[in-house]
């Protein structure tokens, strides 16, 4: 996909799941509608509805964490599903790839009809079989993807895997499967590039690939020849600027790269500019503004900034987080750890040297004072 796609560099998400998730499907800020970790408000529109109404046929595989199992489902707009955590728990470590508690049509499947079968494949055959049924209308999915979170255990492509106890997944995961995982999400990106490739719709379907968190801290990985540890649950600029791969082989030359900024809330009007429809102006505030035309190649209306406001859990009393961004510089506000602390991002990912009011430039005093400005904005 890199390599025959468009690379986003600049791309935004939260430090943690389940806050990205909400951003990414509804097209607001947190401060607008996150309510609690795991949780889609059921007056919230998302992404799913926004097509669905379009007369696309919709569908979710993967892991849902949002709570109200088949009513939610449907009721954001996907009408066929298969699903991991449907409900508030159980534990998502538990039983999340072999043997796998998935959820469909209202129900949990049998045991015997999981038991020694992989999640991801799983997923994978749903996926398959509604592109299969739906060749003759406009079709939206989205796969996500148990991989790579803990624990690690084997895939199917590890030796261990015929034998291995899923009761035990918590007590015997070890590290060393963490690059198999790896290796076999992007097995499963291959094989759906392959299915609509085989279904004659690849050069008329968008492929976009990305993560709601960086990885785990305590896997180090290596990046631009350097080894980095995951910043999972961090504010940073490490921690925060996320991978994201778009493909679609008749309009997005190979091999294209772009530091276009982009923020979570922009796919609610990405996608309706994808669809050739209107975005919609019945959902309430939306954040976003729309990367199509630069994923196509044409310059478009660019942000200037991203915004975060990171509170993973309001029911706490951690302060929350909130912070404005460019390529460049990042702003925290006055509440939480930020402490109104400003860094040159560019030369300082993991924000480690903020700047002093003595020591910033002209320009630099400017861009605060502007920064400052959007943060106070950004209130409910």
């Known amino acids: 996909m890199a390599a025959n796609g468009i690379q986003f560099s600049q791309c935004y998400n939260h430090p943690d799941g389940s806050p990205s998730r909400l951003a990414i499907l509804t097209g607001k800020y947190n401060f607008r509608n996150y309510v609690k970790w795991g949780y889609l408000p059921p007056d919230a529109k998302t992404i799913g509805n926004l097509l669905q109404d379009a007369g696309y046929a919709t569908c979710w595989v993967g892991k849902w964490q949002l709570s109200g199992g088949d009513k939610r489902i449907l009721g954001a707009g996907f009408n066929k ?34 038991q020694g079968q992989y999640s991801e494949d ?144 922009d796919f609610m009007p990405s996608l309706a500019d994808m669809a050739g429809i209107p975005t919609p102006t019945t959902y309430g505030i939306l954040d976003g503004t729309s990367f199509y035309d630069n994923m196509i190649g044409i310059t478009g209306k660019n942000r200037n900034w991203v915004f975060c406001h990171w509170d993973n859990n309001p029911l706490d009393d951690v302060p929350v987080e909130r912070f404005i961004n460019n390529r460049i510089y990042k702003l925290y506000d006055t509440v939480g750890e930020g402490n109104g602390k400003f860094y040159k991002i560019k030369d300082d990912f993991y924000e480690t040297n903020p700047i002093p009011d003595r020591l910033l430039t002209p320009s630099e005093k400017q861009i605060k004072i502007h920064f400052r400005s959007i943060l106070d904005t950004m209130h409910k």
Do not use: C
């Open 122 to 265: 799983m997923f994978f055959n749903y996926l398959s079989n509604f592109i299969d049924d739906n060749k003759t209308k406009p079709i939206f999915a989205i796969y996500a993807s148990l991989l790579v979170g803990f624990p690690f255990v084997p895939t199917p492509d590890d030796p261990e895997f015929a034998t291995w106890d899923s009761e035990n997944d918590l007590t015997q995961q070890n590290k060393k499967y963490y690059p198999g995982m790896v290796t076999y999400l992007d097995k499963i990106v291959g094989k759906v590039i392959k299915k609509l490739q085989t279904n004659g719709i690849a050069n008329n379907t968008i492929i976009m690939f990305t993560s709601a968190t960086q990885s785990y801290q305590g896997i180090t990985s290596i990046w631009n020849g350097q080894s980095v540890e995951g910043t999972k649950t961090t504010t940073s600029k490490a921690g925060t600027n996320i991978p994201f791969i778009a493909y679609w082989p008749s309009s997005i030359a190979p091999g294209t790269k772009s530091a276009t900024i982009i923020d979570f809330t």
């Open 81 to 114: 599903y298969l699903v991991f955590l449907p409900l508030t728990g159980p534990s998502q470590r538990e039983h999340r790839y072999k043997d796998p508690k998935l959820y469909k049509n209202g129900a949990y499947l049998p045991d015997s009809v999981t």
